[in-house]
């Protein structure tokens, strides 16, 4: 096998090429609805928190669930808040048993930079679904992972999912 195939990652282009302005980029999506070709990576929208598929994923499947709200202290959150974003985690878990198969998941919050916060004021949960094998040669010795499909294909599958599954 050569050892000279490229790696197919089309959707990072756009992080790559596009402006950073610095805004934030887990506010507003209450109000993101699907565009014309159907494509939207918000997957469920609760009261007070909703979750989203990661754009830039460490796996595929890779889920964040966030306040509406932008605080980026856990502390922060209201009750209301904290109760929804714990359920909403174990509504991810069920559908991604579902829909993907995992052997297994991380969850968790990197509270601040030192912690590994890309974006560090509007606190989320990220929730990966994890395979046997999945930390392979690739991401140890070329710092690249490979997802074998669409995210936005992901997107849909996971709301086709939860739907069937959690029912809200």
Not at 121 to 143: C, E, K, Q, S
Request: one cysteine or more; charged letters at 25%; a negative charge.
């Amino acid at each position: 096998m050569s050892s000279n195939r490229p790696l197919w990652a089309p959707w990072r282009i756009e992080f790559i090429r596009g402006d950073k302005d610095g805004s934030c980029f887990l506010c507003g999506n209450e109000q993101n609805n699907p565009d014309a070709a159907g494509n939207s990576l918000v997957v469920y929208r609760g009261k007070t928190c909703y979750v989203i598929v990661n754009r830039f994923p460490y796996n595929s499947g890779h889920l964040m669930a966030a306040p509406y709200r932008h605080t980026g202290d856990i502390e922060d959150l209201t009750a209301a808040e904290r109760y929804e974003l714990m359920d909403l985690c174990i509504d991810c878990k069920k559908v991604l048993k579902t829909a993907l198969s995992p052997d297994a998941f991380n969850v968790g919050f990197n509270l601040g930079h030192a912690a590994g916060a890309g974006l560090e004021d509007h606190l989320h949960l990220h929730i990966v679904p994890r395979w046997n094998g999945d930390t392979n040669f690739m991401p140890v010795l070329a710092d690249t992972r490979c997802v074998p499909e669409a995210i936005e294909a992901t997107a849909e599958l996971l709301r086709k999912t939860w739907e069937k599954e959690i029912g809200k």
